[in-house]
């Protein structure tokens, strides 16, 4: 048992500068929106909550590209070198970024698509595009756009005399130009 504490000191410590030994923070995050997809992928798990990951995985990728990929662009912009302990510079990491974001935006669609959807199908639960509507479900959406939606929409007028509206993150939000 002493021997142990002996064979550590003999052998030479790592370089904590060596930009090898880190990962880098954008791809990490990346990587745990990977594995969050895979749960979304895998029969195993509930069909519901397998929806719920993947909607998940789009709501990290859209606060993600809000924030670290508008970092790294202004990074860039403004010709930063390598900063973090990977030492990835902008540009590296912007492609790599993107890279691993195609790659994982694909795979969500294959999911989607080839998976969930027919897997809500044999449940009973389907997606109806809008040509595929009944007369009674295109009542029922009217009906329901009359009493619950229009009454939120909140019409403002942009001009020189009034300062640009602020708008809510993620919201909806229409510009309409009239003459």
Known sequence: MNEAPAQQKSAAAPSLDNPDLYFNRDLSILEFNRRVLALADDPHVPLLERLRYLTIVSNNLDE???VRMAGLLQRRKFGAGPSGPDMLGPNIEIEAVSEMAHEIISAQYRCLNQRLIPALAKEGIRLLRRR???AAQKRWISSYFQSEVLPLLTPL???????????QNKGLNFA???E
């Open 64 to 66: 993600f590209f809000e």
């Open 157 to 167: 007028s942009l001009d020189p005399a009034h300062p640009f509206p602020k708008v």
């Open 132 to 134: 595929e509507w009944q």
């Open 176 to 178: 309409i130009a009239l």
